[in-house]
């Protein structure tokens, strides 16, 4: 990703050998703690990843087929494994084992010991097939070598990205002390075919991922293949699509096409010429709203969309009014071409900072709007599928 602009970048990269999280500049600095820092980069990770999972592109870094059976194939990088397994800790805690001994009742009537211990190793409490039967006593069990292997990898993480992770100190010295001994692949392959939980299945896809991989995240050696990086103008004009319910598709029909026919030295030949693809093309409250998203910042370097970007604009507007064709829907007063920019609002949504006009001339052909949008607002819509930012966004611009 070498060339693209400090504002354009958007991921993670190596820096003093650590993994760090790159905003692009209009990001305000923000005085976050440990655990704040931690939450953000996952934010981020999320929203990387689902925009790849969405776009289909193929990843920078390697991506790494494993199969863990016959039904199953799996395709993560090294990258999204480590950070789905901090994920995984963030939201559900370590990876502990707990240990259920249960005794007979006073007649003897059942045989806990018989019914419950065949399947004594389960991860936590919630997992519980009986929960309280009489005489119960669980006990935690940190040297369990599932939990220590789940560990190293916490620890891989911890001095890969620079992030504290609140390890419990006897669940700490355990990992520090079985960490050269254990024979990982040996373990994951004694204990793949007895995972039953959600859970448990998706830490041991994830452990042999990156066991079968021969580059770690905290190894120097393997920066040049960490890089995760995304050119934002990409990612956010993806996400605007999203959200505001992009119409395109309903609406290219209208659009022409041109070509060229060339007669060349006795051959003919067919070339593209005109074609015509809009960012966003938008319906709404009896009006049509042709979007471009674009990642200009004008309050930071004084740049804005130039001329190709406005001539694009004006001819969209043009092509899908009623003055075009007249069995078009729209008049050309009912359509309105507006440019998205992102910015960091500091909670306000989305904002007016100007307009485009053609000098010394009457009427509204030339009127471009242009808007910031809060980036991180449409971020966390994009992540949580949450449509109510549209309304707020098509709202503001329709005034």
Do not use: C
């Not at 770690?216 to 990086?229: E, F, G, I, P």
């Not at 009127?367 to 549209?390: C, E, P, R, S, T």
């Amino acid at each position: 990703m070498k060339g693209i602009d400090k504002e354009n970048r958007i991921g993670f990269e190596i820096r003093n050998n650590k993994l760090e999280l790159i905003l692009p500049s209009f990001i305000k600095d923000k005085n976050l703690d440990k655990e704040e820092k931690t939450k953000e980069k996952i934010k981020y990770f999320k929203l990387l990843r689902k925009y790849k999972n969405s776009t289909k592109e193929l990843k920078e870094e390697y991506l790494q087929n494993i199969g863990i059976s016959q039904k199953e194939e799996y395709m993560y990088s090294i990258f999204e494994a480590y950070y789905l397994l901090l994920m995984d800790y963030m939201e559900l805690g370590p990876f502990l084992f707990t240990e259920i001994k249960t005794n007979q009742n006073i007649k003897g009537r059942l045989n806990w010991n018989k019914t419950i211990n065949k399947s004594n190793l389960l991860i936590s409490e919630n997992n519980f097939l009986y929960n309280n039967p009489l005489f119960t006593n669980k006990n935690i069990q940190y040297n369990h070598p599932l939990a220590i292997i789940y560990g190293i990898h916490l620890l891989e993480i911890e001095r890969a990205t620079g992030l504290k992770i609140n390890i419990h100190g006897q669940y700490r010295n355990s990992i520090e002390k079985n960490r050269k001994t254990i024979n990982i692949r040996r373990t994951l392959d004694s204990f793949r075919t007895s995972m039953y939980s959600d859970r448990e299945r998706k830490v041991i896809k994830l452990l042999y991922i990156i066991n079968d991989n021969n580059r770690r995240l905290d190894r120097v050696s393997t920066n040049a293949n960490l890089y995760y990086l995304e050119n934002l103008n990409n990612i956010w004009e993806f996400m605007l699509k999203s959200i505001l319910d992009d119409q395109y598709y309903e609406f290219n029909k209208y659009f022409p096409s041109g070509h060229y026919n060339l007669n060349i030295e006795g051959k003919n030949y067919k070339k593209t010429g005109l074609r015509i693809i809009p960012d966003i093309i938008k319906e709404y409250n009896n009006k049509l709203y042709i979007i471009d998203a674009k990642n200009y910042l004008p309050h930071i370097n004084g740049n804005i969309p130039g001329s190709v970007d406005i001539n694009k604009q004006i001819l969209y507007r043009y092509f899908l009014s009623s003055e075009f064709n007249n069995k078009n829907k729209y008049e050309l007063q009912d359509i309105k071409n507006i440019f998205l920019l992102p910015n960091d609002l500091q909670g306000e949504i989305i904002k007016k900072i100007g307009t485009h006009k053609i000098t010394n001339m009457k009427g509204t052909m030339g009127d471009i709007f242009l808007y910031q949008i809060d980036f991180n607002h449409i971020v966390d819509a994009y992540i949580g599928n949450d449509k109510k930012i549209k309304d707020k966004v098509l709202n503001t611009i329709g005034k």
